[in-house]
């Protein structure tokens, strides 16, 4: 293994939270295909954003940050507005998951990846409604399996199992 690799911390708390947010909506900023999103059509106001994600992120890996919101209100305005689909949303889970892996390394790291991945795919899904296949249980994770029966009583329509409600 990559002693490099090994020589990241694992996300703990909200320090490294804020540190992570902080980096990768810097990269997110400077990207050619996501920049103007934030700051031209949405008209983000860093200052308020950013502490909304703080605690958006400590709420989903810890369960701590006292995040209330709509992810996915926030997401469907802008589909009138721009491109919102798969590209936009492929380039930010890869921003997003290149930042944790040049940042951080562990458990906390890996588990905060697999749920940008979900969010991604079902905002990308829901804001455009198109069908999102990882929502076969046949496609699930067992990760994932777990993770979702916590969210919504069990559904018949996909298998017993639902998308969360936070996206």
């Given at each position: 293994m990559n002693s490099n690799i090994q020589l990241r911390p694992d996300i703990e708390g909200r320090v490294e939270i804020e540190q992570l947010i902080n980096a990768f909506y810097s990269r997110v900023r400077a990207d050619d295909v996501l920049g103007f999103i934030f700051d031209d059509v949405a008209g983000t106001d860093w200052g308020t954003h950013l502490p909304k994600m703080y605690a958006f992120w400590e709420t989903v890996l810890f369960r701590s940050g006292g995040y209330t919101g709509s992810p996915l209100a926030?997401?469907?305005?802008?589909?009138?507005?721009?491109?919102?689909?798969?590209?936009?949303f492929d380039r930010w889970l890869m921003l997003f998951c290149g930042t944790v892996d040049d940042l951080f390394n562990g458990p906390h790291a890996e588990h905060i990846k697999n749920c940008a991945s979900d969010m991604a795919n079902v905002i990308q899904s829901r804001i455009n409604h198109v069908p999102d296949p990882r929502f076969d249980p046949a496609n699930l994770t067992p990760e994932q399996r777990e993770r979702y029966a916590r969210y919504r009583p069990a559904s018949a329509g996909l298998g017993g199992l639902e998308p969360p409600d936070f996206i």
């Open positions: 926030a997401h469907a305005k802008l589909v009138q507005l721009t491109q919102m689909g798969r590209p936009q």
